[in-house]
């Protein structure tokens, strides 16, 4: 009997030793196997894999988005998806979209990307991931360049339009109650009452207003927003660190080269009136 203990003992050990590697084999050629996949599965490899990198645009509101004569994408935001594609070594396609089908979009896999004027915000982020910004918007006035409209204090007892459905009317009479509001069904509308006269200035997106002023000349845009910043990113799906990571890296460097800055005066006709860092 105690002979034949001490033969099995060194058995069991051997036996738990043999079975310690096997199981420490496994959880290792699991771990491994999950973090491979894990890379395979990430849209960086399957876009390089690819050659082509989809991003959803939208081409309704120039100058982020729209088409030119021959048909063909164009814009702020085309461009921001082009430099992308060219980092990455691959072409790009222009899915065009809308507001509302952007995280639809990234949800179905239909597009990589997301770069569409989208502003980040809290319940946004509960559906798709968002990169660091790249564009920054604030809610400026447009005015003509022979008004003596400089902020929202200069307009008491002027009429101010605004797009209806917005938050701008309530803004600026949070900010002057002194303020008429004229409401209109579009922002070509609202721009197209400052230039006839019937309105004295109009509240939109900084982006935008930049690019109307650019447009005509007789027109200039007010630089203190009448609400908090707006910080614009590209959105991609949830879950996919690596993809997330290379966007960043990349933002990174195109943010920081003057290539974006170029870009923006390209489109906007101005430099950059916020800077992408935010400020609270």
Not at 169 to 178: F, S
Not at 216 to 245: M, R
Not at 250 to 262: C, H, V
Request: aromatic share 6%; charged share 20%.
């Amino acid at each position: 009997m105690t002979r034949l203990r001490h033969r099995t003992r060194p058995l069991m050990m051997i036996c738990a030793g043999v079975t310690g590697v096997a199981v420490l084999s496994a959880c290792s050629s699991s771990s491994t196997g999950t973090s491979a996949s894990g890379a395979q599965s990430s849209t960086l490899q399957t876009v390089t894999k690819r050659g082509t990198l989809n991003v959803a645009s939208c081409l309704t509101f120039p100058p982020f988005g729209s088409v030119n004569k021959d048909n063909k994408p164009q814009g702020f935001d085309v461009d921001v998806a082009t430099a992308m594609a060219t980092a990455l070594g691959v072409k790009v396609k222009i899915v065009d979209t809308t507001s509302a089908n952007r995280i639809p979009n990234l949800q179905t896999k239909k597009v990589d990307a997301v770069v569409c004027n989208f502003t980040t915000t809290a319940e946004r982020a509960k559906q798709v991931a968002f990169s660091d910004p790249y564009i920054v918007a604030g809610e400026v006035l447009l005015v003509k360049k022979a008004s003596n409209i400089d902020d929202i204090d200069d307009l008491s007892g002027k009429t101010v339009a605004v797009t209806k459905g917005s938050t701008n009317g309530d803004a600026v009479k949070a900010g002057n109650p002194a303020a008429k509001i004229q409401e209109y069904d579009t922002s070509s509308a609202a721009v197209l009452a400052v230039k006839q006269g019937q309105a004295d200035a109009m509240v939109e997106d900084s982006n935008f207003l930049n690019y109307q002023a650019k447009l005509d000349t007789s027109l200039k845009v007010t630089k203190d927003s009448v609400v908090p910043l707006e910080y614009n990113a590209i959105g991609v799906q949830q879950g996919d660190a690596t993809w997330l990571q290379w966007v960043n890296t990349w933002l990174r460097e195109f943010n920081t080269s003057g290539q974006a800055d170029a870009l923006y005066k390209k489109w906007f006709g101005v430099d950059r009136v916020y800077p992408l860092t935010p400020s609270y």
